[in-house]
């Protein structure tokens, strides 16, 4: 069953817009009359799927560095159907992919059109035809994400390495899941008995720190993540580049990885919550955001992060199930601090992962390792669920622990070729707290072949 991430997830891309090398901004476009739109909508899908996919807002325009709503509003929605889209995907895409879209309300309640564009294709996509001038969409060619950001033809032979070396990675990846359904076997990880305690040492203080700026919060503030919250914390070993903190917010921003409506790690520009350098490294906390009730925030919007020129990272964060966005649609005993969606933790430590290869591939020379941790809190009581029905759970295994610290040592290089061995190993313990529940490594598989083609 094909699924779409929920809109509260999404509507985390509505908060401060930017436009990145995953994310392309749009205004209202006339996709149902207008054959330059038509042909403007396909050239940024084209782009975005080669790239590996991402996601196109529309309704926006930027106007004095910011986005805003865009004038002109359409009296209604309705045109940016499924059908519609996928329509002018199959007219101008060769070959043709199938995207989705759903409407998502911003804070204010307006509704914009977020298209979500897979990647994972096993060939370059090209224009099937030309646009109605011939100069927005140009017949035959290939369009790829560049730095700006804009979507253009690749030029040289780098940009050109890149994208069929994605394509030859796609095929390779299909490749290993067949394998995996075959053989389902796993790559066991273990932290070195000596491991250095230099992680737990930025774990306290990180911890210390988010404990300073929550303290005069009412008690029962999403930020204090009254229900609980799970951390994720790493220390990149290696030949770590010496950078000055002044440039290292460039290297995060290129680090972040799109997968989710809200990345980890996001680097947001809007004041109030952009990051900021505090004692030598980078800070970002979400919870510090002065728009709306503090009392009412959801703990998933409240982030507390940090990452140090020195290659140590920490991440904060209340969970999505306990957040007004899901527990709107779900039952009463559904309520905060009562469930934990099956495949949730599989989504956040596998796009966490897969930042942390990135930021170790911008910070240092050679072949460094990852040293991982994660800390799960407040999951006494909660029952395993799926919150959007697609995973059979006959049951709801139901933990009486607490809490559950777990971690493993990883070569950075070794994180993307092996990721669902790697997330299964680490997440097993968490899942076995559940009543015995024995994570399925398919379930892995699955849903981080879904996470890299930005389907959820």
């Known amino acids: 069953m094909s699924r779409t991430i929920t809109p509260d997830r999404l509507a985390d891309l509505l908060l401060d817009p930017q436009e990145d090398l995953d994310l392309e901004v749009k205004n209202w476009l006339d996709l149902k009359a207008s054959p330059r739109d038509k042909a403007t909508f396909a050239k940024a899908a084209i782009a975005l799927a080669n790239h590996g996919g991402g996601r196109i807002v529309l309704g926006f325009r930027e ?4 986005m805003e709503e865009a004038p002109n509003r359409p009296a209604t929605l309705d045109t940016y159907s499924p059908d519609l889209l996928n329509g002018i995907v199959h007219k101008y895409c060769d070959p043709p992919f199938h995207c989705s879209v759903q409407l998502v309300a ?7 059109p977020i298209v979500t564009i897979p990647g994972g294709h096993r060939v370059p996509i090209r224009a099937r035809r030309a646009g109605p001038d011939g100069k927005v969409l140009e017949a035959d060619a290939i369009y790829i994400r560049k730095p700006g950001p804009k979507s253009e033809p690749p030029r040289n032979g780098q940009e050109w390495e ?3 070396s994605r394509c030859q990675w796609n095929r390779r990846d299909e490749l290993l ?3 995996r359904h075959l053989l389902m076997g796993t790559t066991q990880l273990e932290e070195p008995a000596n491991h250095d305690k230099r992680l737990d040492a930025w774990i306290a203080m990180c911890f210390d720190r988010w404990t300073s700026l929550i303290k005069d919060l009412p008690a029962g503030a999403g930020p204090r993540f009254p229900h609980g919250y799970y951390n994720f914390a790493y220390e990149i070993v290696g030949d770590v580049r010496q950078i000055a903190l002044p440039m290292l917010p460039n290297v995060l921003r290129s680090s972040e990885v799109h ?3 809200w990345p980890p790690f996001w680097y947001p520009t809007r004041e109030g919550i952009a990051p900021y350098p505090m004692a030598g490294v980078v800070e970002c906390w979400l919870g510090s955001d002065t728009q709306g009730n503090v009392t009412e925030r959801d703990p998933s919007d409240s982030d507390f992060w940090r990452i140090s020129p020195e290659g140590l990272a920490f991440l904060l964060r209340g969970y999505q199930e306990d957040g007004l966005g899901v527990r709107r649609s779900r039952p009463p005993t559904e309520a905060p601090g009562n469930v934990l969606g099956v495949t949730l933790p599989v989504w956040r430590a596998g796009e966490t992962l897969l930042q942390a290869e990135r930021l170790a591939a911008n910070l240092c020379e050679g072949q460094p390792t990852i040293r991982f941790a994660a800390k ?6 909660r029952s395993l669920v799926s919150l959007d029905g697609s995973r059979a759970l006959w049951d709801h295994p139901t933990s009486q622990q607490e809490e559950v610290v777990l971690r493993t ?4 290089r070794m994180i993307g070729p092996n990721l669902p061995e790697i997330v299964h190993t680490l997440l097993r313990p968490l899942y076995a707290l559940f009543d015995f529940f024995d994570l399925p490594m398919q379930l892995v598989v699955e849903e981080l072949k879904r996470l890299r083609r930005g389907v959820g």
């Open 376 to 381: 799960y809190t407040g999951l006494r009581g």
């Open 106 to 112: 911003d804070r204010n309640g307006a509704h914009f």
């Open 162 to 164: 890149s994208l069929l």
């Open 409 to 412: 040592h990883v070569e950075s």
């Open 259 to 261: 997968y989710t409506g």
């Open 177 to 179: 899941g067949n394998i």
């Open 63 to 66: 106007t004095g560095g910011r």
